[in-house]
């Protein structure tokens, strides 16, 4: 759940290489390839989900200031509103893997693990494309020309696959206090390489290679938590078997 309290999933692009099925720069056919955005409480003002057979009426509603309620055109090309998936937040993405809100800011931070050129960090924001499949992280795509009335996001960070890693694990921003020095940077690692970095955000922009700083090497961190009592980054060693404590 986000700081507005309504529920925030992340989905991939239904598997297979290239977005075989063809399920991402959709928002007229499944739920695929993005961020959806659902009120579960179904607070007055809220608006019923379009119909579609994975849709279950009178369980959630659709938040009135979802990006897509009402859109009648995406990338340029027109869409049917009452067909449209108004339950997305954001699009355009392969197979984000964790993410999670700052505590301080609210910003939604996620990694987007590329198919095998590029994994990718992103500050998802209201409405973003963030241009899987004709882009994976900064680079070009499987897909092809890019539609000329698109308009993507560009990742905060990417790193070249295989170079430096195969799978991102997305983290957190820290806001502890027995680490000062990355109070504020977001820890994130690559499940294949162990690197485990801290990036140091600008704003929403993209940043260079002087803010981010490897601090450990771990393979099979699959997951980032928070000690409740302490504020410590906890890491999940899926092949360990193990939780350990960023100190």
Excluded: C, M
């Excluded at 997305?88 to 197979?95: C, D, T």
């Excluded at 162990?194 to 922009?205: F, K, Q, T, V, Y």
């Excluded at 290679?209 to 490897?214: D, G, S, Y």
């Amino acid at each position: 759940f986000g700081p507005d309290g309504y529920l925030y999933l992340s989905i991939g692009d239904e598997g297979g290489a290239n977005d075989q099925f063809q399920n991402s720069q959709r928002l007229d056919r499944d739920f695929f390839a993005g961020v959806l955005r659902l009120d579960v409480d179904r607070r007055p003002g809220s608006v019923p989900p379009n119909s579609h057979p994975a849709v279950h009426a009178g369980t959630y509603a659709v938040p009135p200031d979802n990006p897509f309620v009402g859109a009648t055109s995406f990338n340029g090309t027109a869409v049917v509103p009452s067909a449209v998936r108004t339950e997305f937040w954001a699009v355009g993405l392969r197979n984000p893997w964790r993410f999670s809100f700052d505590s301080a800011t609210g910003r939604l931070w996620l990694g987007d693990v590329g198919q095998g050129a590029r994994e990718e960090i992103d500050v998802i924001g209201r409405g973003g494309n963030y241009g899987w499949s004709y882009r994976e992280g900064s680079g070009a795509g499987p897909r092809g020309s890019t539609p000329a009335a698109a308009s993507f996001t560009a990742p905060i960070w990417d790193y070249p696959n295989p170079a430096q890693g195969s799978a991102v694990t997305g983290g957190l921003v820290y806001r502890g206090t027995r680490l000062p020095g990355l109070v504020g940077h977001y820890v994130f690692a690559d499940f294949v390489s162990g690197r485990i970095w801290s990036l140091e955000p600008d704003g929403d922009n993209p940043v260079g290679p002087e803010r981010v700083h490897l601090l450990a090497t771990d393979g099979g961190i699959s997951a980032f938590g928070l000690d409740p009592a302490t504020g410590d980054l906890l890491l999940t060693d899926l092949t360990e078997g193990v939780i350990k404590r960023l100190v």
